[in-house]
């Protein structure tokens, strides 16, 4: 029986080693640092998923067989490079891969030079320049912080007052770090997330789902790293996601490779359905979350052997997906994505808490973004806490499911959109 270490401790690496756990390959999960949730269905280890050292140790130390790498900041840090060089097997991709979605400036000059479509855009180092380009530009406009921002890096301003804070904020307070702005033409049309599988120049599509970014009912608010999503995407035609394979997804895998920076791993495409056709809004060079406790639920195949093909560069076995249909609802810290408080209880029934861990599948399944556990009792740790997703035939199915169970956890600091799926039901 394989031994795994998954790197990271939100929802996406709940659902990751939810996902794993089904796999009769696997006979024991390592989670570093994981959560009071994934504590559940794998053993938490107190590693930092930036640790490179203590993470390599750790998987030498107890003969890990495959790891897998949730987030971003473990591959910016070169997780992958270190393990590749220590002889241990690892899924994701190398340090340089990862600037596609550590420098935004990068991702877009690739595009520019591979004629993958995309918004107009230029990037500066200078406020003024900035704020003097944005002037002879139309509002709203679209400003991103050119390095990693855990998801707040993107402004899109209203008015010029905003856009000139904006650009404040990331060219001279260093609100990110130093840091290049990106500022790109405002796109209109649906978004997705079509993620994929890639080992160098193959690509292999996982089904589609949908975020929601803005933190408020009605897409009000700041943005936020998603308070929900669902799977499949019904708004998006099988032609959309042919032109995204063959003129987005494929043509990228290869302009890595001839970068010299082949990809190997999860390559999510941030996308838009536009009145011109589809175009890229950004890439990430790992699972999405919240997408990812969407899109894992419905995997029929067996990760491992998936994992595998892509860490070892053998052939890709049959993706299957399942007929049911996902959608999650992410409850958040008040006052979140801006500042927080934490260690707030949260009761959650018993009649939902065990359905994350039953055989069969079950109508709800909760996976632990931001919390602790002590005592028996759960307690938040984060700005986003907990995402609760139901499983339909259909997508209002799977919604009235997933709200019923929100409805039914209680906690006096979270808040939650109740208008997730807006655009399809």
Wanted: proline share 5%; hydrophobic share 40%.
């Amino acid at each position: 029986m394989k031994k795994v270490l998954v790197i990271g401790g939100g929802g996406r690496e709940h659902a990751i080693v939810d996902a794993l756990s089904r796999s009769p390959q696997v006979g024991k999960i390592y989670c570093a640092p994981g959560n009071a949730g994934i504590s559940a269905q794998a053993e938490c280890v107190p590693l930092k998923d930036t640790d490179v050292e203590g993470l390599k140790a750790f998987a030498l130390e107890n003969g890990i067989d495959l790891a897998v790498v949730g987030p971003e900041v473990s591959l910016a840090a070169g997780v992958v490079d270190a393990f590749k060089a220590a002889g241990l097997r690892i899924f994701g991709p190398s340090k340089a891969a990862a600037t596609i979605e550590a420098s935004k400036d990068f991702a877009k000059q690739l595009m520019a030079k591979y004629n993958v479509p995309t918004a107009a855009f230029e990037t500066f180092e200078d406020y003024e320049a900035a704020l003097e380009y944005v002037k002879k530009g139309s509002i709203p406009v679209v400003l991103k912080y050119d390095g990693l921002a855990a998801g707040k890096g993107v402004v899109i301003p209203e008015t010029l007052e905003e856009a000139d804070e904006a650009l404040k904020d990331m060219l001279l307070d260093d609100k990110f770090g130093k840091g290049k702005v990106v500022v790109e033409e405002f796109l209109t049309g649906p978004e997705f997330s079509f993620m994929c599988f890639v080992d160098g120049e193959d690509v292999y599509p996982m089904t589609l789902s949908q975020d929601h970014k803005r933190a408020y009912e009605g897409d009000k608010g700041p943005n936020t790293g998603g308070m929900g999503a669902y799977s499949p995407v019904p708004i998006i035609t099988d032609e959309d996601v042919d032109y995204a394979m063959e003129k987005i997804m494929k043509p990228v895998a290869s302009a890595m490779v001839a970068e010299g920076c082949t990809f190997t791993g999860v390559l999510y495409g941030g996308l838009m359905k536009t009145p011109t056709g589809v175009k890229v809004i950004e890439f990430n060079c790992r699972f999405g979350d919240p997408e990812t406790e969407v899109v894992l639920p419905r995997l029929e195949s067996d990760i491992y052997d998936i994992f595998s093909a892509v860490a070892d560069h053998t052939p890709m076995p049959q993706i299957q997906w399942k007929k049911d249909v996902t959608m999650g609802f992410v409850m958040a810290s008040k006052g979140y994505p801006g500042d927080y408080e934490k260690g707030f209880p949260i009761v959650i029934p018993e009649n939902i808490s065990v359905n994350c861990h039953s055989e069969e599948r079950s109508d709800v399944r909760i996976y632990h973004m931001g919390t602790t556990l002590k005592d028996g009792q759960y307690y938040t740790s984060g700005g986003r806490v907990l995402m609760v997703v139901g499983f339909g035939a259909d997508l209002q199915e799977a919604h009235d499911k997933a709200l019923a169970a929100v409805e039914s956890i209680e906690c006096d600091n979270l808040f939650y959109r109740r208008d997730i799926g807006w655009r399809v039901l």
